[in-house]
């Protein structure tokens, strides 16, 4: 059995307790352990605000561009590992490793593309310079400046990759040092990649550090110049946007948490339409990539009233075709869930559900003797206002439709009883319904995507995250933002006003004025 090291202090480091043990979701084999018992988180800190910060901003905004873009392809030069590694510790499937493993590359390399056409140095102008006073001699420019502390990232079991890729392409590249915690029960693969990056020695000692294990007291250490992203769910959320070192400090916090998202049909969407044929392949997509396990799947399925029979058979349908098994096998489609805890999670969700709503397909009954498997379950809903569908978020292979009048103003009404979402989808050629629909929820929602036939051909899957559009959501989903292009550096940078004699200012960051 592996014993997965955190890298602190310059240093591979094993705990001092055996920790967490990390096993095959598929056979419920133990594969290794994580700890991080023992390590002073608070040299952790000090170790990346002193050791790692100053010769990280040194490098200015195009060389750290230039080191992601090595670092990206490092990563891709291991990827069948990586996919393997995917496939023996989070049970994916091929195809579902890929799309945490190229999305951690990939994230890598747009965030070097769009950095590379930054400037050179340490600061960023923000805008048009302004005339402050009777004349333009006094002037006020925005600049934002790197943070001088420390970047932590907490992130989710199901995207170990991904989610460490993501976040640290944007504070790497904004000149923070990073201190990365993947979820412990999927860590093996974030800890692998962690070891491909330290040994690349791309970017300064200090500069990355990884913890495989509990993040213990480490948010105690954190300070007002530091940020902390968290990936995880609302629950854990909530506790650490309260957590009193962070509230006393004003330690900046991102939050990306859970989303009870939404795909709704519009009355207009004829059966032979190329959008209705979209709507179906999306929903059960989403369903079944990553066993159901992706924070921007659709968990309500919003379907007038009339089309419900014809919607639930041709779902069945095609979950009927999925094959639920060994993650390594290349015919299987769907692999088990990530863990024990989330069996016992999923299964509790779908008692939950059934007690307002009929089960179409799937459902607790055991898939195989062995692993931690579920069979895709769609459900209908008795009665869509139920708040069962609008609180819990059941992790895994689930969704529910939910019927509605097909009404705008009632789409709008139930999406948003969600609370606020990562994502929601809109399927209709009706401009005037879209248009409505989409204006009564984007106050609610971080992203709105919106097929209909003009795009059904081209469009990425709603799930997908991109790095180019911004990812998180009011509300249950957190309140935060991430990616979105250039915008994704904010939280790790301070945006500053200067304002002082315009010929200074112009002649000391040109681009600016
Ligand atoms: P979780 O239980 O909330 O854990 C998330 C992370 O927080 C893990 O690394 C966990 O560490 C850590 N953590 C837990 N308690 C902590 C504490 N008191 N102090 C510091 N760190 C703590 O969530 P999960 O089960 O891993 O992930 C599934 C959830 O994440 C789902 O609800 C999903 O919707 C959401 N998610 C959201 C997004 C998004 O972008 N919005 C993306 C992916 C997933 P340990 O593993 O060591 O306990």
Redesign the pocket.
């Known amino acids: 059995m592996k014993t997965l090291e955190s890298y602190v202090l310059g240093s591979w480091t094993a705990g001092t307790t055996a920790g ?1 043990t990390l096993v095959n979701p598929a056979t419920e084999e133990p594969l290794a352990t994580a700890s991080t018992a023992g390590i002073d988180m608070a040299a952790v800190v000090h170790h990346a605000r002193e050791v790692g910060g100053p010769p990280l901003r040194a490098l200015g905004f195009r060389e750290r561009a230039r080191r992601l873009k090595a670092l990206s392809k490092a990563i891709h030069e291991h990827r069948e590992e990586l996919l393997d590694i995917s496939t023996a510790n989070a049970g994916t499937t091929r195809g579902d490793a890929k799309f945490d493993v190229d999305g951690c590359t990939g994230t890598l390399a747009a965030y070097a593309h769009w950095g590379e056409s930054l400037e050179e140095g340490d600061v960023l102008a923000d805008g048009p310079g302004e005339q402050l006073g009777r004349t333009s001699r006094f002037w006020g420019q925005h600049l934002l400046v790197p943070k001088e502390g420390v970047a932590v990232h ?6 170990p990759a991904w ?1 460490m890729g993501e976040k640290m392409a944007c504070a790497l590249l904004a000149g923070m040092p990073v201190i990365e ?5 999927t ?1 093996m693969l974030a800890w692998r990649i962690a070891q491909i990056v330290v040994a690349s020695e791309l970017f300064p000692e200090g500069s990355f550090q990884v913890l495989a ?3 213990g007291d ?2 105690d250490h954190m300070g007002a110049q530091d940020c902390l992203a ?8 909530a ?2 946007r309260g ?1 009193p070192n962070l509230v006393r400090n004003n330690v900046h916090v991102n939050i ?4 009870l998202n939404a795909a709704v049909l519009g009355a207009d969407v004829a059966v032979d339409a190329e959008t209705f044929g979209l709507f179906l392949e999306n929903v059960a997509r989403d369903m079944t990539q990553k066993t159901g ?4 799947a659709v968990r309500r399925i919003f379907v007038p009233a009339d089309r419900v029979t014809e919607v639930r058979d041709e779902l069945v349908a095609r979950l009927g075709r999925i094959q639920v098994g060994d993650p390594a096998s290349r015919e299987t489609n769907m692999g088990p869930l990530a863990s024990e ?2 069996l016992h999670d999923v299964r509790a969700g779908i008692e939950r559900f059934t007690r307002d709503a009929a089960v179409a397909t799937g459902g607790n009954a055991p898939v195989h003797d062995k692993g931690y498997y579920v069979a895709p379950t769609l459900m209908v809903a008795n009665d869509a206002e139920a708040d069962c569908f609008h609180e819990f ?1 059941v ?1 895994g292979p689930c969704a529910t439709i939910l019927p509605y009048s097909g009404e705008a103003a009632e789409a709008v009404r139930l999406v948003n009883l969600g609370g606020g979402g ?1 994502v929601a989808s809109l399927y209709s050629n009706d401009r005037d319904w879209t248009n409505a629909v989409f204006r009564g929820i984007a106050p609610w929602h971080g992203r709105v995507w919106v097929a209909s036939d003009r795009v059904a051909e081209q469009t990425l899957p709603p799930g997908t ?1 991109l790095p180019a559009s911004i ?3 009011p509300g249950r ?2 309140g ?1 933002a ?1 990616l979105g292009g250039l915008r994704g550096l904010e939280p790790y940078l301070q945006r500053v006003a200067l304002q002082g004699f315009q010929g200074w200012i112009e002649k000391s960051f040109p681009s600016g004025a």
């Open positions: 967490a907490i992130n989710a079991f199901n995207f989610n915690k993947p979820g412990t029960p860590a294990g509990s993040a480490l948010l968290f990936t995880g769910s609302s629950k854990t959320g506790k650490l957590h990306e948490a859970d989303s396990q992706k924070c921007t805890q989330q978020e992790f990562l995250v990812h998180g959501g989903a957190g935060g991430e």
